[in-house]
């Protein structure tokens, strides 16, 4: 069965620093990954997605993701992150041929001055 | 309207109250998806709607009630709920091959209370 470990609950970062904030997944069989964000009493906002192609993916708001297949990872990086980014962040896994996503825990990213 | 339509935004009811929980989709998907978003849990799929037939269901009590009449539109109707079904309600859609699903793009959600 397929799942998605995201290790950091949160991630503390001043503004205009880099952050990473990894994914780890666990599946036998090829999948599609996915990075939502989502911001306070709002509904999730698709960041980027890895279907197949290029490992490293690029998304909105200057967020890029890099799908690692031999350390089952998926982490989400930005080199230089805004107060504005200040949110949950959550990554997802589905499997190929089957209809739904399985999500990790989230990420609450919490930038300051 | 886009994307993904929730309504009410919040919803506050009685534990003897009924009332349902509306969702409209606007991206010609053919599948559609409720979640709870409880605080401090994971995201919980609730129903999954592909082609307007229910494919999945884990294991929600009855009080929670699905409906989807049309490709575009889910419902979820709730009646006698317990506190602990308070949560944020999100819907969501996606299209569905023979690949699997896509992304899926969500609504704002419902905040719900039960008092």
């Known amino acids: 069965a397929q799942s998605v470990t995201q290790l950091d609950s949160q991630v503390p970062v001043f503004e205009e620093a880099p952050v990473e904030l990894r994914c780890n997944y666990s599946?036998?069989?090829?999948?599609?990954l996915f990075w939502y964000v989502q911001y306070p009493n709002q509904g999730l906002q698709l960041l980027l997605k890895?279907?197949?192609?290029?490992?490293l993916v690029k998304g909105i708001n200057g967020f890029e993701a890099e799908f690692n297949k031999s350390q089952t990872s998926f982490h989400l990086r930005k080199p230089s992150v805004h107060i504005s980014d200040t949110a949950e962040y959550f990554c997802?896994?589905?499997?190929?041929?089957?209809?739904?996503?399985?999500f990790g825990t989230g990420t609450r990213l919490l930038v300051s001055p | 309207e886009t994307g993904v339509t929730q309504t009410p935004r919040h919803l506050v009811m009685g534990m003897t109250n009924k009332k349902s929980l509306k969702c409209e989709q606007h991206?010609?998907?053919?599948?559609m998806y409720w979640y709870k978003q409880s605080a401090k849990k994971p995201l919980e799929l609730m129903f999954v709607?592909?082609?307007?037939?229910?494919?999945e269901n884990n294991s929600v009590p009855s009080r929670f009630s699905p409906e989807c009449p049309n490709s575009s539109h889910l419902f979820l109707h709730l009646h006698t709920l317990q506190p602990e079904d308070s949560a944020l309600y999100l819907c969501?859609?996606?299209?569905?091959?023979?690949?699997?699903?896509?992304?899926?793009?969500f609504g704002p959600g419902t905040r719900l209370t039960v008092t």
């Open positions: 969501a859609s996606s299209q569905v091959g023979l690949a699997g699903a896509y992304e899926q793009y």
């Open positions: 599946s036998s069989v090829s999948v599609y």
């Open positions: 890895y279907l197949s192609g290029s490992t």
């Open positions: 997802a896994v589905t499997e190929k041929g089957f209809q739904k996503l399985v």
């Open positions: 991206l010609g998907h053919n599948a």
């Open positions: 709607y592909s082609l307007e037939e229910r494919v």
